[in-house]
């Protein structure tokens, strides 16, 4: 008979899929300022394209470009917010395995708020140490199963 393969994500597996959201929350960031420099260079606001003067480059719009820019990137924004929304929604979910309260409260900080160590410490009134302590037997102690 073979080894059994494990069910469940190990410690370390399981710190690493909880962090995927953090990288998209980054990406959606950086999306949204690539959109406001777009809007800068077309002369426009943030709260809609304003363009200050009209000038046309043989027959077209200079400002049409950066339209165009500005709506792609508003659409990835938007695909990118979505996918956020489902990947914490799935990392809700398996942080709701962990029994303890206090283990769910590092975890609920740390990969859906994306707080720092120094911020969740303070918050809950731990010793930094304590707050990293948690963290990983809240990691022993989560539940997610292979894919």
Known sequence: MGKKQ???????????????????????????KAKEASEMRAGGVSAGV?????????????????????????????????DLERMLADIGTAIATVKDGMERVVLLKRYVLFQ???????????YYQHVHRLHKKALSNIRIKKM
Not at 15 to 24: A, D, I, N, P, Q
Not at 57 to 81: C, F, H, P, T, W
Not at 116 to 122: D, F, G, P, S
């Open 6 to 32: 494990q069910e469940y994500l190990t410690p370390e597996e399981a710190k690493e899929w909880l962090s995927t959201g953090r990288g998209v929350s980054q990406e959606i960031e950086a999306l949204k």
């Open 50 to 82: 304003k363009r200050s003067t009209n000038v046309k480059s043989k027959g077209r719009d200079r400002g049409d470009g950066n339209l165009v820019e500005m709506a792609a990137l508003s659409a990835q924004i938007d695909a990118r917010i979505k």
């Open 116 to 126: 720092k160590w120094e911020k969740i410490a303070v918050d809950m009134d731990f």
